[in-house]
């Protein structure tokens, strides 16, 4: 909403009686745009109320807000009150428990239920409805209403990323571009997507390359999203799948934000009326007050995946009563009575060539209880099948664990049928007196047999004239610039390595209040292969006054080539250029080769809302020499731009990276940064160049419209406009909106604009009489526009010279008459924001 606040002396003739004036206090002029908008009438005359018609009003239930909306105000034929018009639907889409037979248009809430209320603050355009919890839904914290989802426009985009580079070495140049396309149509609740690149190397013709399409929907009538062409498989119990076909699968995010994850349900019981606090590390994440007796919340939200609830129950007389609920999270647990699955029947499709069978897949979980989820699933294809099922439970002080088992039956490509199965067990425990985070997972293969269906389908893609073939990557070679392909090794087996045990353990311990030291290793063995996958990783980070520093080490080994192992020392020193960010940094690094490299660098942002970002850096390696980097960035409403350039003592490489969006709605075309799966096209007519909030670089364009590049799918989304840059002569009623996409739409949130002069009127009639005080004033389109206060004084906003005003107070000819405003161009505004004119209302 545009808030310019307007001294009280300069409009005292149209706010209060009387001439005294108060000195130093002031009034929002907004609230002056009357019905459809905002009002003053209850300021104007508080013995008037308020005039029927329709009010733009943030409505609460019980003191929360649950939605931004058009509001009749209808005079009731029984008492002559007046009484906001809400329907029955409406009612129960915020929880209110009426009848199912009950569907009127307003319904009289006040007089249907005992103890209700709805009442209108009009200086806060709010709607607050009073309801007894005996007569409410009972809703999760966090609920959004289905009846608020918003598939959005019917619209196409393209998200693109190219990238292209320059290599000049021992005097010849190399070019390289690479284009990436991620292409969009929405039409209704269908979202139709498309993933492709495009490669250009000297000498060779570009290669296009279709990655992935796929069409998706919401169901919401059964929290479910359903999605046809490529995708992949969840993991609860098996590895992610790559495939073309059909997937039904559930919407977590359709639940509400506190039913979205695992967390216990807290129970106690208060001796009187009580407060109850929850805590989790320290951090307060939910307080309500309960009456004397027991109590039980499902609907707590964890801020971390680990960390004990704290619960304090504190009584009328002051006393606390503390309890602890032991809170340690896995992957695949869900809340009691929740039940998440997914039935999908497709082609494997990975992109590669070669053997791709058929298959259909299930999965599912169920809370069985506050600590306990059980899961299921079936897996069949060609030459292959599976059952897997597993158990997870919350242990309490003991920790989390789930242990999962499947059997599989796999024909193989040299004729042999192998049967066998696989464990897998998950541990997690944070210890909190000590502020160690635990988790350890293995998994066993209990035979030779045990094959997953990936496994199954690279079988038979290696078997080639008896033996197995296998393509190797080094990924530790460095020699090539990133985007240059690697060339694979070959090698032969007699039999095909299945996987045979591995082990992941992961750990981190808080040390102090500055610093961390962190633990991975991960262990992969085969059966066919004496060899193993091993992976080390360790970490330590502190701070030394205002300096970070962090050591890190690693190790790899796999079954085909040796080891390779270094560590990395970092410093990190947090500097400001005025309001501007920036971060000095020194990396020292050594390989187990016994080489040695050092690098020093600068990086940060400048300009309003640090749109450009900028980095440099001098690297110092023993065999290469000396070389240095600078790169920098920008960020614009309509794409993104990189720009970077590093010179060794052979090598010079020029990148560039360009991204963004293209949009094409109803409206025209719009320019966007790179748009994320679920965005927002904002529309405010003659408001160019004014920014939309918390969107870096986002501001509206010539044509009216901004795109918002990122929204959260069934959540509410607020977009606000930025009122310090309207400029004179805009007026934006109402410049908060909200809205609840739902996933992958893209939405549109349209702000009503005016163009024109804020004008306080002085008007009479041809008898020197005034309009009567709560009159509608009403400008060009039917607008409603303003009140009539007191000597006929009129406040009017967005108005054109030899614009016509109406002032109506009844339907009869003699209860209206009309202002004609001065055919002249708009002059300067005074220092008010505002100027006066009189004029005979005729």
């Not at 009003?57 to 909306?69: C, G, H, S, T």
């Not at 009216?704 to 400029?727: E, K, Q």
């Not at 405003?821 to 005979?840: K, N």
Request: aromatic letters at 8%; one cysteine or more.
């Amino acid at each position: 909403m545009q808030r310019t606040w307007i001294s009280l002396c300069a409009l005292t003739s149209l706010l209060v009686s009387g001439s005294e004036c108060l000195a130093q206090s002031e009034y929002n002029t907004a609230f002056f745009h009357g019905t459809g908008e905002q009002s003053l009438i209850n300021l104007i005359d508080p013995d008037s109320g308020i005039i029927p018609g329709t009010y733009s009003l943030d409505v609460y239930v019980n003191r929360k807000l649950v939605e931004q909306r058009d509001v009749e105000i209808v005079r009731d034929k029984s008492d002559s009150a007046l009484h906001p018009c809400i329907s029955a639907d409406r009612l129960r889409a915020w929880s209110v428990d009426l009848p199912a037979d009950d569907d009127e248009s307003c319904y009289p809430l006040e007089r249907r239920i005992a103890g209700a209320s709805m009442n209108v603050t009009m200086t806060e355009h709010r709607l607050d409805i009073q309801v007894p919890q005996l007569n409410m839904l009972t809703q999760p914290r966090g609920t959004v209403p289905a009846t608020r989802y918003d598939e959005g426009i019917n619209a196409a985009f393209v998200n693109y990323s190219l990238a292209a580079n320059t290599i000049r070495s021992n005097g010849q140049n190399s070019q390289y571009a690479y284009l990436y396309l991620n292409n969009g149509i929405n039409l209704g609740a269908w979202r139709l997507r498309q993933m492709a690149n495009l490669t250009k190397r000297d000498g060779e013709t570009g290669h296009w390359k279709n990655v992935s399409s796929w069409a998706e929907r919401a169901l919401p009538s059964i929290r479910s999203r359903l999605l046809l062409g490529q995708g992949s498989t969840g993991t609860t119990l098996y590895d992610s799948i790559p495939f073309r076909g059909v997937q039904l699968a559930s919407e977590p995010m359709m639940r509400a934000d506190s039913q979205s994850r695992y967390a216990p349900i807290v129970r106690g019981v208060a001796e009187s009326n009580a407060r109850v606090e929850v805590r989790q590390n320290k951090y307060l994440i939910y307080s309500t007050n309960v009456p004397p007796g027991p109590f039980a919340f499902d609907d707590i939200v964890p801020v971390s995946q680990s960390g004990d609830l704290f619960v304090t129950i504190i009584e009328t007389d002051g006393r606390k009563t503390n309890l602890v609920i032991p809170y340690t999270v896995l992957p695949g647990l869900v809340r009691k009575g929740q039940w998440n699955y997914e039935i999908t029947a497709a082609k494997y499709h990975d992109g590669a060539d070669g053997y791709a069978p058929a298959f259909v897949e299930s999965q599912l979980s169920r809370g069985m209880s506050d600590t306990v989820t059980l899961s299921g699933g079936l897996l069949s294809a060609e030459h292959y099948r599976s059952a897997a099922m597993g158990v997870g439970k919350n242990m309490g002080h003991f920790g989390a664990l789930s242990v999962d088992l499947a059997l599989s039956d796999t024909k193989l490509a040299r004729g042999d049928d192998e049967q066998g199965g696989s464990a897998r067990f998950l541990y997690a425990k944070s210890f909190l007196d000590a502020r160690t985070d635990f988790q350890v997972a293995g998994y066993r293969y209990s035979s030779s047999g045990y094959y997953d269906f990936q496994e199954s389908v690279q079988e038979r893609r290696r078997w080639d004239n008896g033996r197995y073939k296998t393509y190797y990557w080094d990924d530790a070679d460095q020699s090539n610039p990133d985007w240059v392909a690697s060339k694979p090794e070959i090698h032969y087996d007699s039999r095909y390595a299945t996987k045979k045990a591995r082990l992941d353990i992961s750990m981190s311990q808080q040390i102090g209040e500055i610093s961390q030291l962190y633990l991975t290793f991960s262990k992969q063995s085969y059966w066919q292969d004496a060899g193993s996958d091993t992976t080390v990783q360790s970490g330590f980070t502190s701070r030394l006054g205002n300096v970070t520093w962090s050591l890190y080490y690693q190790n790899t080994r796999n079954h085909y080539i040796a080891n390779d192992s270094s560590i990395n020392l970092r410093l990190s020193l947090p500097l400001s250029f005025g309001s501007h960010p920036a971060t000095a940094t020194t990396d020292l690094h050594a390989d187990r080769a016994g080489n040695v490299s050092s690098s020093a660098g600068l990086s940060g942002s400048l300009l309003e809302d640090n749109r450009l970002s900028y980095a440099m850096q001098v690297q110092q390696n023993d065999a290469e020499g000396t070389a240095g980097d600078l790169s920098m960035g920008y960020k614009g409403g309509a794409g993104n731009l990189w720009l970077g350039y590093s010179r060794a003592e052979d090598v010079q490489q020029s990148s560039m990276n360009l991204s963004g969006g293209i949009l094409a709605h109803a409206g025209g075309v719009t320019l966007t940064q790179p748009p994320g799966s679920t965005f927002t096209l904002i529309e405010a007519q003659d408001a160019q160049g004014v920014r939309v909030e918390n969107q870096a670089g986002v501001r509206i364009d010539a044509a009216g419209y901004a795109v918002a590049p990122h929204a959260i799918p069934y959540r509410n989304n607020t977009w606000s406009l930025n009122t310090l840059d309207f400029p004179e002569g805009l007026d934006v009623p109402v410049a908060t909106q909200n809205n609840v996409p739902t996933r992958g739409a893209i939405t549109r949130v349209t702000f009503e604009t005016y163009r024109g002069d804020s004008v306080l009127i002085h008007s009479k009639r041809p008898d020197n009489s005034v309009p009567p005080v709560g009159a509608q004033a009403y400008s060009r389109g039917g607008r409603n526009n303003g009140i009539v206060g007191p000597d006929g004084d009129i406040f009017v906003s967005g108005v054109l010279p030899g614009e016509t005003i109406a002032i109506r107070w009844g339907e009869g000819d003699d209860e209206q008459c009309r202002i004609q405003l001065p055919d002249e161009e708009r002059r300067d505004q005074d220092t008010a924001g505002y100027r006066e004119i009189s004029a005979i209302c005729r």
